[in-house]
């Protein structure tokens, strides 16, 4: 923004009226504003209107436009002067009619996959339950038993047998593990995020700031003949930039990072800003790789610079020498980044048009160099023992790209450029993708082309990403993941947000959330075969014995006390062999696990009748208590053997709190008492055999 004649970066809290605010490619609009001047403005403005295009606005001076909502998509020119209102004057001052929100380009409506994954559990829950219950009610009826006993012994035995606290369970468990990751610096924008996250197995990553250390310095300038010197080749790249002249030396806000390193290099000190006259500019955008301006010195003839991607520049030069491609390619093969410029007499001219960019003169080229992090490659080795496969997506040259990869140690699979992707169909381009690790010289929309059939490969596939470029991509792919330091437009479309640029927080966050995932299926494995088990032995008892083998209310109350003791789970340990692959949702897995689980647990219910009754010869009420507390012992303490492979508490110790929920579960299942009138329905420990009819 711009203030006091000083351009700054401030936070947004410290807009105050009469600042001159700049709209930069991918902006959030920061305030209640009005547009000063605006050159091809695109705004996204589905907040407001409910439509998730983008619309092209010529925004005349004067037009107002409201905060948090319109997000800029497009933008020729940088210097975009808006003006802050406040008070009664703003737009968000007076009532507005808001229209429901769709979802934006890129998403579709579809459910999560959690609560979705959820309901294939759930749904065959309750239709098994329906049937069972049907069944149960017609048996005992003919049995000649009373209806209302009947009834609700039935409905009991449907409530039992689904597992009701899955859904609290996997909210318990994804609202911890919000907390764990935010204390591992992830942030996370939706709750569901997190079982995503955990089931990646495929990482689409850019490299810059991720792969190397973001702090990007300007080391050389390499004329391509005698007649350009370093200081001309110099002065012209810092004159094909779209910050202000006479404020870039000041102050780097607003800049893309190789702007600002030319501008902080000491070369760039001698640069005398008022010798010059800007014209017109054509900003950078990720179709035409470049930037161009028109200037003009002291007064003289006007000239045309051009500042962009080698390969882009090239393209519109006239023939250049073969010792200028040869110092190309050994500045790439050094893992370089390089910048093109050329330039061009442009007399009588006063603005400019992208048709204008032909035939140029090659002045020569800027280098730049990013260094590797020096923990990357440990980063790169963590996520690859997790399973994850990782793939670098880059606008850089794909040389410079391979060069990084080979300094961190990466074996590469393989190279996509840009060009490679255009000419694939999808079928090619998908198979070419699986083997592939670099994509170089790739544009957003072929960004978010490899991402979707990444995805139809059958894979869960993150992309990582900062820029304005990679929203499209981060909207694509089964979870975006964007940095604190990222644009706008990336955060907002990203679902996971990393505090540091960071893969190895990044391996953390994958761990907490496989740690998650883990925990629930913990629970809906035992839910279902438990809960199909306990009531299979019902029901069946209640047809082969004379009287019910659990009242209504026991049933209501084992269940109850069991799934109130399996809330500890979402805090429970994890084995460290869990987390080291994807773990996906296998609903015919769980379905096999409860009819086979089930049954079994069923043997030790059998066993428990045979000994009551042939043993103990117990009657009614002292049938229905050992039941009961055989059901709840067992329910509860199975939890440890099934909640690992391997010997438990041995080899396995369960956390402490869920040691303690179960033990305290099972103790108070034993120590329920009937006492006449406050619990007679329970008949455990039932001190008056003579007059309670469930003696009988």
């Not at 000419?423 to 170089?440: G, K």
């Not at 009748?609 to 509860?636: C, D, H, K, Y």
């Amino acid at each position: 923004m711009l203030r006091d004649g000083t351009t700054q970066e401030v936070d947004v809290t410290a807009l105050v009226p009469g600042d001159v605010v700049h709209l930069s490619l991918g902006a959030i609009i920061p305030a209640d504003i009005r547009l000063l001047s605006t050159k091809n403005l695109l705004c996204d403005e589905s907040i407001l209107t409910g439509s998730p295009a983008g619309r092209q606005r010529s925004r005349p001076r004067g037009t107002r436009i409201v905060p948090g909502g319109p997000r800029i998509l497009r933008l020729h020119g940088n210097r975009h002067p808006v003006r802050r209102l406040h008070g009664r004057r703003r737009s968000h001052g007076r009532p507005r009619r808001i229209r429901p929100y769709r979802p934006g380009p890129g998403r579709t409506a579809t459910p999560d996959r959690v609560p979705a994954r959820a309901e294939e559990v759930l749904v065959p829950a309750f239709a098994g339950g329906y049937r069972l219950t049907t069944l149960i009610f017609i048996a005992n009826l003919l049995l000649q038993r009373p209806l209302i006993e009947s009834l609700l012994f039935s409905l009991a035995i449907a409530v039992g047998i689904t597992p009701q606290l899955l859904p609290a369970v996997v909210s318990t468990s994804l609202a911890t593990g919000t907390r764990q990751l935010a204390r591992r610096k992830v942030l996370v924008k939706r709750l569901v995020c997190i079982e995503d996250l955990g089931d990646m197995d495929i990482l689409v990553t850019d490299k810059t700031g991720t792969l190397t250390e973001g702090r990007i310095s300007f080391i050389g300038a390499l004329p391509a003949s005698p007649d350009v010197s370093d200081a001309e080749l110099l002065t012209l790249g810092l004159l094909a930039t779209e910050t202000d002249y006479s404020e870039a030396k000041q102050s780097t806000a607003g800049q893309n990072p190789l702007d600002a390193a030319l501008w902080e290099s000491s070369g760039a000190a001698p640069f005398d800003p008022t010798r010059f006259e800007r014209l017109d500019l054509i900003d950078f955008d990720h179709q035409r790789r470049r930037t161009s301006v028109l200037v003009r010195e002291a007064g003289g003839p006007a000239r045309l610079v051009t500042k962009g991607a080698p390969e882009d520049v090239l393209a519109l030069c006239r023939p250049t020498s073969p010792n200028v491609q040869a110092m190309l390619d050994e500045q790439f093969d050094a893992g370089s980044r390089v910048v093109a410029v050329a330039t061009r007499p442009a007399t009588g001219m006063s603005n400019i048009t992208p048709a204008d960019e032909r035939d140029l003169v090659l002045a020569g080229f800027l280098v730049f160099l990013d260094r590797p992090k020096a923990n990357a490659g440990a980063s790169l080795e963590q996520l690859a023992t997790l399973g994850i496969s990782v793939k670098i997506a880059t606008g850089d040259n794909a040389k410079v790209a391979e060069k990084v990869c080979s300094e961190l140690g990466v074996i590469s699979g393989g190279t996509l450029t840009g060009a490679d992707v255009d000419v694939l169909s999808d079928t090619e381009l998908a198979a070419a993708a699986r083997e592939a690790t670099i994509f170089a010289r790739v544009s957003p929309e072929q960004k978010a082309r490899i991402i979707t059939l990444l995805r139809q490969s059958g894979g869960a596939v993150g992309f990582m990403g900062d820029g304005v470029n990679d929203a499209l991509a981060l909207h694509k792919a089964d979870i975006g993941i964007s940095v604190d330091s990222a644009t706008d437009v990336a955060k907002d479309a990203a679902d996971i947000v990393l505090l540091e640029k960071d893969l190895g927080v990044l391996a953390e966050g994958v761990m907490e959330g496989r740690r998650i995932f883990a925990n629930t299926i913990k629970y809906v494995l035992m839910g279902t075969s438990s809960n199909f088990g306990n009531m299979f032995s019902a029901a069946t008892a209640s047809v082969v014995l004379s009287f019910l083998p659990m009242l209504p209310g026991q049933i209501l109350l084992n269940n109850l006390l069991y799934d109130s003791g399996q809330l500890a789970i979402p805090g429970d340990r994890v084995d460290k062999e869990q987390l080291l692959a994807p773990s996906h949702w296998n609903i015919a897995f769980i379905r096999r696990f409860m009819f086979l689980f089930g049954p079994i647990s069923s043997l030790f219910d059998f066993a428990t009748f045979a000994l009551m009754l042939f043993v103990f010869n117990a009657v009614p009420g002292e049938f229905r208590a050992g039941w009961f507390i055989e059901s709840i012992a067992t329910q509860t303490l199975i939890i440890f053997a099934i909640r690992t492979r391997r010997v438990p508490f041995l080899r396995s110790r369960p956390s402490a709190g869920l040691l303690t929920a179960s033990l305290g579960v099972v103790a108070a299942g034993s120590s329920c008492r009937c006492h006449h009138w406050r619990a007679c329905w329970a008949s455990i420990h039932c001190r008056c055999r003579s007059s309670c009819r469930y003696w009988e």
